[in-house]
Nanobody
């Protein structure tokens, strides 16, 4: 399965964006999907993950985004979403999604999407 992240853009501090991770070449239902981000000069970090719908579909969040970001999946659309609210400048990064057999996912990568939060 190949994943493509989209939905990034430029937003002001406190604003919202919804990222999409759309699969091709397979169904998402058997995979955990993780969202990761990489800011300039920093390591890639895990942001959120949703377990496969064939398990319990449980969700995980890093402490830095807990309470602000929400991950969800629409298996019919073969898409996982990351709703990002109350955005901060430190959320600025390229966001990637990646599948795995369990969270945190990220066993492979597609192209990322740039999120820029201006103050």
């Amino acid at each position: 399965v190949q994943l493509q992240a989209s939905g990034g853009g430029l937003v002001q501090t406190g604003g919202s964006l919804r990222l999409s991770c759309t699969a091709s070449g397979g169904t998402l239902r058997y995979y955990a999907i993780g969202w990761f981000r990489q800011a300039p000069g920093k390591e890639r970090e895990a942001v959120s993950c949703i377990s496969s719908s064939d398990t319990d579909g449980s969700t995980e969040y890093s402490d830095s985004v807990k309470g602000r970001f929400t991950i969800s999946s629409d298996i019919a659309k073969n898409t996982v979403y990351l709703q990002m609210n109350s955005l901060k400048s430190e959320d600025t990064a390229v966001y990637y999604c990646g599948p795995g057999f369990a969270c945190p996912g990220g066993d492979m990568w597609g192209e990322g999407t740039q999120v820029t939060v201006s103050s």
